[in-house]
T-cell receptor, first 111, second 111 residues
Framework: NAGVTQTPKFQVLKTGQSMTLQCAQD?????MSWYRQDPGMGLRLIHY???????DQGEVPNGYNVSRSTTEDFPLRLLSAAPSQTSVYFC??????????FGEGSRLTVL | RKEVEQDPGPFNVPEGATVAFNCTYS??????FFWYRQDCRKEPKLLMS???SGNEDGRFTAQLNRASQYISLLIRDSKLSDSATYLC????????????FGQGTELSVKP
C-alpha cells in the first residue's frame, strides 16, 4: 500500500454522528475514488475524482460527501451516519497506466 | 442491470480441478479489464490484466470477448491457496474513467 494512506482503520459511530475518512497519496495520480464493500455486493463506487477540483458521483453516493481541493487528498464525509452505512470502505487510486493502488480499508460500524 | 456482473458463487471445487469464472459488462466502450483477488475482505490484489488477445500466467488464463461483452478467468490445477474471492474490474473510459467492480466470485478449494 505504499503511497496510499487511508485512516482510520476502525471506527464506531452512533446514528447521526458525523465523521471523515481520510485518503492521502504521494504518487501524484489524478484519479482517486471511494468504494464501500458489503457482503455479497462487491465494491460499489461512492464518489470519484479525476483531478483536483473535480468530483463525480458513483453508484451509491447518497449520504456521502467528497471534495478534492488538492491532488494529494480525497476525504469522504458522512454528515449524519446511519446504520446502513456500516461497511468496509476502500480508497482506490489509479495511475495513468491503469495500475490500481488500494488503501488498507476502513471498517465502520454505525450503531 | 448492473454495469458489471459476476456469479457470486460460491464455487466449491476439489484440489486439482479446473474452474472458470465469467464477468459480463454492459458498456461496449469499456477499454480495460482486470481480475483481482481478495482475501478475507482485505484490500484486493491484482491477479492479472485482461488483453484482447487473451493472456496466461502460469495456471491462470484470462480472456476477453468484446462481441459478447464478457471476460473470463480460468484456473487450472486448483490449489488450496487459490481459495479467495475473485473480482473483475472494468474501466469505463467514456464515463470519466470510473472503475466498476463486479460483486466478486467466491472460490473454495477443498482437499
Amino acid at each position: 500500500n505504499a503511497g496510499v494512506t487511508q485512516t482510520p482503520k476502525f471506527q464506531v459511530l452512533k446514528t447521526g454522528q458525523s465523521m471523515t475518512l481520510q485518503c492521502a497519496q504521494d504518487m501524484n495520480h489524478e484519479y482517486m475514488s471511494w468504494y464501500r464493500q458489503d457482503p455479497g455486493m462487491g465494491l460499489r463506487l461512492i464518489h470519484y475524482s479525476v483531478g483536483a477540483g473535480i468530483t463525480d458521483q458513483g453508484e451509491v453516493p447518497n449520504g456521502y460527501n467528497v471534495s478534492r481541493s488538492t491532488t494529494e487528498d480525497f476525504p469522504l464525509r458522512l454528515l449524519s451516519a446511519a446504520p446502513s452505512q456500516t461497511s468496509v470502505y476502500f480508497c482506490v487510486i489509479r495511475s495513468s497506466t491503469g495500475e490500481l493502488f488500494f488503501g488498507e480499508g476502513s471498517r465502520l460500524t454505525v450503531l | 442491470r448492473k454495469e458489471v456482473e459476476q456469479d457470486p458463487g460460491p464455487f466449491n471445487v476439489p484440489e486439482g480441478a479446473t474452474v472458470a469464472f465469467n464477468c459480463t459488462y454492459s458498456n461496449s466502450a469499456s477499454q480495460s479489464f482486470f481480475w483481482y483477488r481478495q482475501d478475507c475482505r482485505k484490500e484486493p490484489k491484482l491477479l492479472m490484466s485482461v488483453y484482447s488477445s487473451g493472456n496466461e500466467d502460469g495456471r491462470f488464463t484470462a480472456q476477453l470477448n468484446r462481441a459478447s461483452q464478457y471476460i473470463s478467468l480460468l484456473i487450472r490445477d486448483s490449489k488450496l491457496s487459490d481459495s479467495a474471492t475473485y473480482l473483475c474490474v472494468v474501466n469505463f473510459y467514456n464515463q470519466g474513467g470510473k472503475l466498476i467492480f463486479g460483486q466478486g466470485t467466491e472460490l473454495s478449494v477443498k482437499p
